[in-house]
T-cell receptor, first 113, second 110 residues
């Protein structure tokens, strides 16, 4: 059974650009959550999608957005990139029900220069 | 404000020693998970605890969920260099939003 796949693994962008990250969840999983991980802030929740609808949202500015497709694959977009957006972006997939387990992808390392 | 606080934040021990990592909150969680993360990789799920007072063992790792489901601990016996990594606890409160702890960075010195 394939795990969670995130692409690309590494990305370098310049300030002001926008970026799109992709996450393919485990087959059968309908929930995809996105997290930003930085050394100073740890793992911060961005948002969660379930059946193509955003179900939960963290405390990030509107420059961070996402969507989920009918096959449960999800994309995350960050517009007008800032230096502080440099981080490891992780997605986690799960069944989306209570007390379920979340499985993470390897992450996308975004560097903004 | 962090919903889940882990302690200690950093831990450096010799191979063969025992250690305990704590994950504390003032909130009740329906379940709690422990992950280990290596540099540049995503967190890997180690265990999920659901019932208050539950104890789970995974080889040399023992996980406990507090009776009130507000805290948890991870105990490692006879630590090995392969145990090195960032240990994260995560609690589920709202159906599928996981709140992550601050993390404990463990280094086991050969």
């Amino acid at each position: 059974k394939a795990g969670v796949t995130q692409t690309p693994r590494y990305l370098i962008k310049t300030r002001g650009q926008q970026v799109t990250l992709s996450c393919s969840p485990i087959s059968g999983h309908r929930s995809v959550s996105w997290y930003q991980q930085t050394p100073g802030q740890g793992l911060q929740f961005l948002f969660e999608y379930f059946s193509e609808t955003q179900r939960n949202k963290g405390n990030f500015p509107g420059r961070f957005s996402g969507r989920q497709f009918s096959n449960s694959r999800s994309e995350m977009n960050v517009s007008t990139l800032e230096l502080g957006d440099s981080a490891l972006y992780l997605c986690a997939s799960s069944l989306g029900t209570s007390d379920t387990e979340a499985f993470f992808g390897q992450g996308t390392r975004l560097t903004v220069v | 404000t962090q919903l889940l606080e882990q302690s200690p934040q950093f831990l450096s021990i010799q191979e063969g020693e025992n250690l305990t990592v704590y994950c504390n909150s003032s909130s009740v969680f329906s379940s709690l998970q422990w992950y280990r993360q290596e540099p540049g990789e995503g967190p890997v799920l180690l265990v999920t605890v659901v019932t208050g007072g539950e104890v789970k063992k995974l080889k040399r790792l023992t996980f406990q969920f507090g009776d009130a489901r507000k805290d948890s601990s991870l105990h490692i016996t006879a630590a090995q260099p392969g145990d090195t990594g960032l240990y994260l606890c995560a609690g589920d409160r709202t159906g599928n939003q996981f709140y992550f702890g601050t993390g404990t960075s463990l280094t086991v010195i050969p």
